[in-house]
């Protein structure tokens, strides 16, 4: 993985209850829980948005990976789902390709797949160091 500062804010609207703004560098998302979980299902929920992470680092390694190559690589969709519980989930990821691949091309693509910086930060686990910073409301 790159060596680099990535800097996400995620912030509470005006807008209940769960909805939050992401400013990612110069673009802003939204994330909200659906209606059935209490929200507004005004933007996608945080697992999706961790599942289009892992998707897009997918696309964009076999893509990259191909164009270097000079392989006949026409299109490409990642299809990825959340199963099992919270506790013992596990990805389920397909790669649909477009081309006329050889099998020794589509094994070393597989490979690929199992490389991606995305995919080794989730494989694994990445730490975290949580700060809390409370400040007393203003009076």
């Known amino acids: 993985m790159r060596q680099a500062t990535r800097v996400v804010i995620v912030s509470d609207s005006s807008r209940p209850p769960y909805y939050q703004e992401i400013q990612c560098g110069r673009h802003a998302l939204v994330a909200d829980e659906p209606v059935d979980r209490g929200g507004l299902d ?12 892992l998707g897009a680092c997918t696309a964009i390694a076999l893509r990259r ?5 000079a392989w006949p690589l026409e299109r490409l969709m990642v299809t990825l789902e959340l199963r099992g519980a919270p506790r013992s989930a596990h990805i389920a990821r397909e ?3 477009l081309g006329a691949l050889t099998d020794a091309q589509c094994a070393r693509l597989a490979a690929v797949c199992e490389r991606t910086p995305v995919t080794l930060a989730l494989k694994g686990g990445i730490r975290i160091k949580t700060q809390l910073l409370v400040r007393p409301l203003a009076l």
């Open 42 to 53: 005004a933007g996608p929920s945080p697992f999706a948005l961790l599942l289009s992470s």
């Open 65 to 69: 990976h191909c164009e270097r190559r």
């Open 95 to 97: 790669i649909h390709i």
